[in-house]
């Protein structure tokens, strides 16, 4: 049998650490960030809707498990704020997105050059 197990070195080991702790980050900032354009887009469907909606109509809005009457005015002003902050924190969070893989394409090329070096390349190196 062939001993091919090695341990990596402490550098590629603490680099490999640091590149799986930023690729969950990674997965949950994108998972945050559909959520919110998810949510974005539900009041955008609302919004068009309640264009269609005369402004004097009764109009109702959900707070908690209840139903509220409240002007169409007031409703539309509220989803327009809510909109706004979501896409505020949707940018924010897409620029963390960036961010990290930008960090990850440098340390995955660091990671390749430690291992690739370590291991002599592929023509091997002189006995000694």
């Not at 896409?87 to 893989?101: M, P, S, V």
Request: hydrophobic share 35%; glycine share 8%.
């Amino acid at each position: 049998m062939i001993g091919v197990v090695e341990r990596l070195p402490a550098e590629a080991e603490a680099k490999y650490n640091k590149y799986m702790k930023l690729r969950e980050m990674l997965v949950n900032i994108s998972r945050e960030r559909l959520s919110i354009e998810s949510m974005i887009s539900e009041i955008e469907s609302v919004l068009d809707e309640l264009k269609n909606v005369p402004d004097d109509a009764e109009t109702y809005r959900m707070i908690g498990s209840v139903l509220v009457k409240k002007p169409k005015s007031d409703i539309v002003k509220e989803l327009e704020e809510r909109k706004e902050e979501l896409e505020i924190r949707a940018k924010a969070l897409k620029g963390q997105e960036d961010a990290l893989k930008s960090e990850l394409d440098k340390l995955g090329k660091e990671l390749q050059k430690i291992l690739m070096g370590g291991k002599g390349g592929a023509t091997g190196g002189t006995a000694g």
